[in-house]
């Protein structure tokens, strides 16, 4: 099976008219993107019922959070459940953006983690350092902490049915992409990681994105790394055009 995935993740923009705009073209696009490389769009919350029908089968759709918990009083969070009953397969877990903004924890990532497997939905758990954890040197340090609380107390079962997306924070949105090299190097070790907490066959067959500035510009060098397995695009997976040559440059 082919690890190559884009993903869009939009955040917090468009409307619902601009939404589906997006999609229609999107959906238009599909039919030339490399069979092997699968497409992923995480739209804000609200609109991912509606855009989990009109997707085709080349597009899947994906959360950008979930709550932990099954059911209960949770105001204003949406579970893993409710996910799975509206056609949602794939959920982004531990953005930068919500451990910065929203507290989240390695062990609030690990909770998330586990109730999506636990509905069958694919994780995208998002690791990454911040720019003085880089100029201190603690980069592979950071990323070892936070993969391993992700995906603690995972079977190796589990562990291959989650997405990695490695998104250094100094990179995120500021214009600023790691090199191919920085990236690849930061991949191979979480893959080595990956394969001391499950088995090298397992950390053979997890999809690790590259997150952070990623655009057509840069996408093909990057990508052509050999353990970059493809990217988390912010930005550039708003606009149609941007977002399908990210796709085309496999
Ligand atoms: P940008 O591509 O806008 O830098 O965002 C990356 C990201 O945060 C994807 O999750």
């Given at each position: 099976m082919s690890r190559k995935i884009v993903a869009g993740n939009w955040k917090m923009n468009k409307s619902m008219t601009e939404a589906q705009a997006l999609v229609q073209e999107l959906n238009g696009m599909a039919g030339a993107w490399p069979s092997d490389v699968k497409v992923i769009i995480s739209p804000p919350m609200l609109y991912l019922t509606q855009i989990a029908v009109n997707t085709g089968d080349n597009l899947h759709v994906a959360a950008q959070n979930c709550h932990a918990e099954k059911s209960g009083a949770y105001t204003g969070e949406v579970s893993a459940v409710q996910l799975k009953s509206s056609g949602v397969n794939f959920c982004i877990l531990g953005h930068s953006e919500r451990r910065q903004y929203f507290g989240e924890t390695d062990e609030s990532v690990n909770a998330k983690v586990k109730s999506c497997l636990a509905e069958g939905i694919t994780p995208i758990v998002c690791i990454g350092e911040l720019l003085e954890e880089r100029e201190a040197g603690r980069e592979f340090s950071v990323?070892?902490?936070?993969?391993?609380?992700?995906?603690?107390?995972?079977?190796?079962?589990?562990?291959?049915?989650?997405?990695?997306?490695?998104?250094?924070?100094?990179?995120?949105?500021?214009?600023?992409?790691?090199?191919?090299?920085?990236?690849?190097?930061?991949?191979?070790?979480?893959?080595?990681?990956?394969?001391?907490?499950?088995?090298?066959?397992?950390?053979?067959?997890?999809?690790?994105?590259?997150?952070?500035?990623?655009k057509p510009a840069n996408a093909k060098e990057i990508f052509s790394k050999p353990d970059v397995d493809g990217g988390l695009i912010g930005g550039a997976s708003l606009n149609a055009s941007d977002f399908n040559a990210l796709i085309n440059s496999y």
């Open positions: 990323v070892e902490t936070q993969l391993k609380g992700g995906l603690e107390g995972l079977s190796s079962e589990e562990i291959e049915k989650c997405i990695v997306a490695y998104e250094p924070v100094w990179a995120i949105g500021t214009g600023k992409t790691a090199s191919s090299d920085q990236a690849q190097e930061i991949h191979a070790f979480i893959r080595t990681k990956l394969s001391e907490i499950s088995s090298q066959e397992v950390a053979d067959t997890v999809s690790i994105l590259y997150g952070g500035s990623c």
